[in-house]
């Protein structure tokens, strides 16, 4: 009897750490539905997981996987589980063909099944085009389907996916969605996921919300929202005002447990009993209904630090007409292949201007040269009024840059690292130790100055990483996927930092996979394929994917439109 997954008492404690990575977790996930593991950083997700799976055992308590102990029947459970983990479990040396082969053999598919199993994964990813190519060589998305492909070779019963959207572009993550909603209704499959995106939890039958090891509430998303009736409002911004600058002035106020840019408006979520506070700017107000991520964010706040905001970068004058950066019919061929194809655009001092594409889009490669770090093929860029092919040493040093996976020395500690980077970006003796208490203070980072990098959670990883990009405070700062891989509570302390930055008159470029964030862009670029799709205000992208059956699109919406405009005119 297929009895889906049952967790008792579960505790899982590491050694050396100083709280349990899992405390006393008690839910079930039944067959036929999708049970999302939601929470912060740390909360335990993925030891859930990696216990369910049999990769751990844990400390005490019980897991039962199909009426089954994932330890004692290892063997038994894994023919009858897929597995998906956070890096999708690839051999990048091996093709996508070598790949499904190796996982059909360590799950012992017959041979003579797999030719009808890979001709239906083959259909659902859409990856037969690629069966040749190295895994290496794949875009992120196209990764992520074939580490799905990978988990299904055998039929499952339960389907356990690590995270399995991080990185990866809307196109690709609706996909994914689209591909496991078929699973679970046509096959009855169980999928328990977790996931770093609220918008993915709410697609959820059930979610769980983990915290700290601990299990906050388990229940249908829509059972969530419910208990936030009436404290959730939308604020409309006048005609001349950011909304980033209404939601940065109205988060730090007393009993907003949440305050966000949707659509051009200012979501807000207040704690009970609690009035809305005025802010500057704000043309009207409009009371709303409630979504999962609201409540969620509604649980994590009360036990969260209220975090202080500041200026990270020192006092500059504020933001104006003066170009900062100047694009100009870029393009980077690499032999015969053209990665970025003619691409101009300008961006204003103090301005948030993003770079949004679907993997392999070419606004890495565009990044990467508007950073000095990657050579021009032709056209002309300027950067803080430097020319990047003539003077690229002189723009490099009145910039920063934050990578997408932070390039930090995992080894050194909080404080080494600051000062390895403030020394590298030419600051030297009391201002460099200015700088460092400075940011070690604005970042909270002054307890953890002796941890090692390499062993602070997600969201602190970040905050140091921005902090040694602004310790020379520059007049620009590149933001290359700067919240992939952290929760959404640290999200939404980065922008408000960014905010900050901006509002400082620091120029902000920034890449991101999370189409919401896209609403703290004053302006961005959409790119397709090496080439532009589209550039305006948020709300001039949203009004290409308005329509009669969509009066309201989101970025994601438009985003969307415009990939797929794209693929028909290719096809």
């Known amino acids: 009897m297929n009895q889906g997954i049952v967790v008792e008492a579960l505790h899982k404690s590491f050694a050396g750490a100083r709280v349990p990575a899992l405390n006393g977790v008690s839910f079930s996930a039944r067959p036929g539905a999708v049970t999302g593991l939601v929470g912060p950083d740390g909360a335990g997700k993925t030891t859930l997981i990696r216990i369910t799976a049999g990769l751990l055992a844990a400390s005490s308590g019980s897991v039962s996987v199909l009426g089954l102990n994932p330890l004692r029947d290892v063997n038994e459970v894994r023919e009858r589980i897929g597995y998906m983990p956070q890096k999708f479990g690839l051999y990048e040396d091996l093709s996508v063909q070598e790949n499904l082969d190796l996982y059909g053999d360590l799950q012992g598919v017959p041979k003579t099944e797999r030719p009808e199993r890979l001709a239906r994964l083959m259909s659902m990813t859409g990856l037969a085009p690629f069966l040749r190519r190295l895994a290496g060589q ?16 055998k039929s499952p019963d339960f389907l356990l996916l690590d995270e399995p959207t991080v990185g990866v572009d809307p196109v ?7 591909i496991v909603g078929d699973l679970v209704r046509e096959q009855g499959i169980g999928v328990l996921v977790a996931t770093a995106y609220l918008d993915e939890a709410e697609r959820c039958d059930e979610v769980v919300v983990l915290d700290r090891g601990e299990l906050l509430e388990h229940g249908a998303p829509a059972d969530f929202a419910a208990q936030l009736h009436e404290r959730v409002f939308e604020l409309e911004p006048q005609r001349d005002s950011l909304p980033r600058s209404i939601q940065g002035e109205i988060s730090g106020a007393e009993g907003v447990l949440d305050a966000t840019v949707r659509s051009g408006r200012v979501r807000v979520v207040l704690a009970p009993a609690t009035a809305l506070p005025a802010a500057a700017g704000v043309a009207g107000v409009t009371v ?5 991520e609201d409540a969620f964010m509604a649980h994590l706040a009360p036990r969260r630090e209220r975090v202080r905001i500041g200026n990270a970068v020192g006092t500059r004058a504020s933001a104006g007409a003066e170009v900062a950066v100047q694009v100009r019919d870029l393009c980077k061929r690499f032999g015969d292949f053209e990665a970025v194809h003619e691409i101009s655009f300008d961006v204003r001092r103090g301005e948030i201007f993003g770079l949004l594409g679907p993997n392999g889009a070419g606004k890495s490669t565009t990044f990467r040269m508007l950073c000095g770090l990657s050579s021009i093929s032709s056209g002309e860029a300027t950067v803080a009024g430097r020319d990047l092919r003539r003077s690229g040493k002189r723009a490099r040093a009145r910039l920063g840059y934050m990578a997408q996976k932070f390039s930090l020395y995992g080894s050194l500690s909080v404080l080494e ?21 400075a940011a070690l203070e604005e970042f909270d980072l002054a307890s953890r100055r002796s941890t090692a990098a390499g062993e602070l959670p997600g969201g602190y990883k970040q905050r140091l ?14 933001l290359d996927e700067p919240t992939s891989g952290v929760d959404p509570i640290a999200r939404r302390e980065f922008w408000r930092r960014i905010n900050g930055v901006a509002l400082a008159g620091t120029t902000v470029v920034v890449t991101t996979h999370f189409m919401e964030e896209a609403e703290y862009c004053d302006r961005m670029l959409i790119m397709s394929r090496g080439t532009e799709l589209a550039i305006g205000t ?7 994917a308005r329509s009669d059956e969509r009066p309201d699109p989101s970025i994601e919406d438009a985003f969307i439109v415009l990939a797929q405009r794209q693929e028909t005119a290719v096809a």
Not at 138 to 153: D, E, H, P, R, Y
């Open 538 to 544: 948020p709300a001039d992208i949203r009004t290409l």
């Open 288 to 292: 709303v209904a409630p979504r999962f």
């Open 417 to 437: 690292n600051l000062r390895y980077f403030g020394t590298a970006y030419g600051l030297w003796g009391s201002r460099l130790r200015t700088r460092i208490d």
């Open 465 to 478: 990483a921005m902090a040694a990009a602004l310790l020379h405070e520059p007049e620009i700062l590149f």
């Open 172 to 178: 690709s993550r609706r996909e994914l969605w689209r």
């Open 138 to 153: 794949l875009s992120g998305g196209m990764k992520q389907k074939l580490g799905l492909a990978c988990a299904l070779i």
